[in-house]
């Protein structure tokens, strides 16, 4: 076996018994990472998460551009979740500028990151179907997420890349037909879910390959500094949005799913739990928002050093025109944290101003970050089999981890 | 109303009975999807997306309606808008020629964000709804202050038909001709 090479990986004999396998960087079977797993038989020894290979210093390209142009960045580390990741960074300003938005505009917000929240979970089903070898959940989620996809187009123009808060407000409004279409994907999925139910979740085939595997205990979780869907599968009742509700997720009527098993099917019932109310969420916003027609999107003080042409602009289209005055926009002294909940779990953003055009610093710490110390510490004892189904159940995301 | 934290349990899993109850039902559903699949798949270029008014696709520039302030060039978190200073006949004074400076798009950086349209004063530059737009060459990507006044040519539309996407409560996405 010594120098054997099998394709996608390099065997190496380490010790006498045991074998090291490199599972990755390659993308298909991996993401952009390389696990270094250590054998005996197929038991695994040990695990060694290789991280980084998709680094590509947001924090400090983010220091270099002007205080808008990061939100375009940084919804690069997680483009499939591209509302969660910005609100909070955008919270994080307004907490410096002393700005709040109006009503209207962190329902939208709120609209947008539940929409983000479906599709990012249906995204990590995908991957873990595929993972399992499950190719019909992998097609049919990425095709259900699609749905959500054109909710989101059609919301703020582009299909992933929304580039949607400012601070203190959003840069569109709603068009008039979105709520019905809103309603009618929603009771779309509900529909849909029970079927996922049926040939995933609850698929003997799947069950067994997912019961009793990579059990995190309720004092290891937190012990790891674990976050998301992942922590709440092991019975810790942590969640941004009930710990430190943002936006207007206190206003809203909706439930925090928490599993005490802790394996890898209590993950993935955590997520199909969380895709329920997040469609409850959607509605909500929707019923909320069309009650309040002609409310505005940006602060009173904003609108009123609109000039003319922009005025009918957002009038007209629900369209918010920056003013040229907001590409040199200069952010008093100070420093802000700010916290949100995307689909994998918590994100923090530290910001710090020195009053000037940039940012002096933003610290970014994402849910994939935290959660990528599961592989060290969760996966050895379990065969090589069981991998895949750990790995797809923590939705560990690469350019999200290494940002 | 804030948040609650619901307590939920796996159910437990028992028997020969149940199993065989699961498998069924997962085949019910592979036979349902069989017999009636579920499709929304586009065949391009015979059919080609037409996308809604506010898509933010390749954008356009009105040369008439520019003031010359930079503030697109400026806003630009990929620098991919630059503003490039010619000399043209002043109308006013056509005997005179005046310098003036116009924004050009290099769409081999442009992410479309839409933050030049949105903060232009004027609303010189606008969106166009598609982004299927071929370039031969990379270079062909800078485009010249002449190029970028035009709408992009779109090959799809000559040899397609345009399609639009819309959600179904039964069906999800469904794509409906025009």
């Known amino acids: ?403 | 109303m804030p948040a609650r934290v619901s307590l939920k349990s796996l159910k437990r899993r028992g028997g020969l009975f149940e199993g065989i109850k699961s498998n069924i039902q997962a085949l019910a559903v592979g036979v349902k999807y069989f017999i009636d699949p579920q499709r929304s798949t586009l065949l391009y270029p015979k059919e080609y997306i037409e996308h809604r008014p506010g898509y933010r696709g390749f954008i356009v520039f009105i040369k008439d309606k520019c003031i010359s302030c930079a503030a697109c060039a400026r806003i630009c978190p990929s620098a991919a808008m630059k503003m490039v200073r010619v000399t043209e006949v002043d109308p006013k004074h056509p005997d005179k020629p005046r310098q003036k400076q116009y924004p050009v798009i290099n769409y081999q950086r442009c992410i479309f964000c839409g933050y030049c349209v949105d903060i232009c004063p004027t609303e010189a530059l606008y969106h166009t709804p598609f982004q299927d737009v071929v370039y031969e060459s990379l270079a062909d990507m800078f485009l010249t202050l002449e190029a970028f006044q035009l709408e992009p040519g779109r090959p799809s539309v000559s040899e397609g038909s345009p399609v639009v996407y819309e959600v179904d409560e039964e069906r999800g996405l469904i794509k409906r001709r025009r």
Not at chain 1, 140 to 146: S, Y
Not at chain 1, 253 to 267: S, T
């Open chain 1, 1 to 403: 076996m010594e120098g054997q090479k099998l394709q996608g990986m390099v065997v190496r004999r380490v010790e006498k018994e045991l074998y090291e396998v490199f599972i990755g960087p390659q993308h298909p079977g991996s993401g952009h990472m390389r696990i270094i797993v250590r054998l005996d038989g197929d038991v695994i020894v040990e695990a060694d998460p290789d991280i980084g290979y998709v680094h590509r210093t947001m924090e400090k390209l983010s220091e270099v551009r002007e205080w808008l142009k990061p939100i375009p960045l940084l919804e690069r580390m997680t483009i499939i979740d591209a509302c969660n990741i910005t609100v909070p960074y955008v919270n994080a300003l307004e907490k410096l500028m002393d700005k709040s938005p109006p009503p209207r505009a962190s329902y939208l917000r709120v609209l947008l990151c539940e929409i983000n929240r479906v599709a990012s979970h249906l995204y990590g089903f995908g991957i873990f179907g595929v993972f399992l070898g499950h190719s019909t959940m992998y097609m049919w989620a990425f095709g259900d997420r699609e749905v959500f996809v054109e909710l989101a187009e059609i919301l703020t123009g582009a299909r992933l890349t929304h580039s949607y808060p400012i601070p203190g407000g959003v840069r569109r409004d709603m068009p008039q037909d979105f709520p019905e279409m809103a309603r009618r994907a929603v009771r779309y999925m509900r529909g849909r879910l029970e079927e996922y139910r049926r040939i995933f979740v609850d698929n003997p085939v799947i069950v067994k390959r997912l019961e009793g595997v990579g059990v995190i205990s309720r004092n290891k979780a937190a012990e790891l500094g674990i976050v998301g869907p992942n922590v709440r599968a092991s019975g810790i009742r942590y969640d941004v949005r009930l710990a430190e509700p943002y936006e207007v997720y206190d206003e809203l009527d909706f439930e925090i799913p928490v599993f005490e098993e802790g394996d890898a099917l209590a993950r993935t019932w955590v997520r199909v739990e969380e895709i329920k109310q997040s469609l409850s969420i959607i509605e909500q916003a929707v019923d909320w928002l069309e009650r309040h027609k002609g409310e505005p999107i940006i602060p009173k003080e904003d609108y009123d050093k609109l000039p003319k042409l922009h005025r009918e602009v957002y009038e007209k289209t629900g369209r918010v025109k920056l003013l040229p005055a907001h590409a040199t926009m200069k952010i008093p002294a100070g420093k802000a944290i700010a916290r949100g909940e995307m689909g994998r779990g918590e994100i923090i953003y530290y910001v710090e101003s020195d009053g000037g055009t940039t940012p002096y610093r933003v610290r970014v710490v994402t849910p994939s970050a935290r959660n990528a110390i599961v592989f060290k510490y969760i996966v050895p004892g379990h065969r090589l089999m069981d991998l895949p189904a750990i790995y797809g159940s923590i939705d560990y995301f690469p350019p999200e981890a290494d940002r």
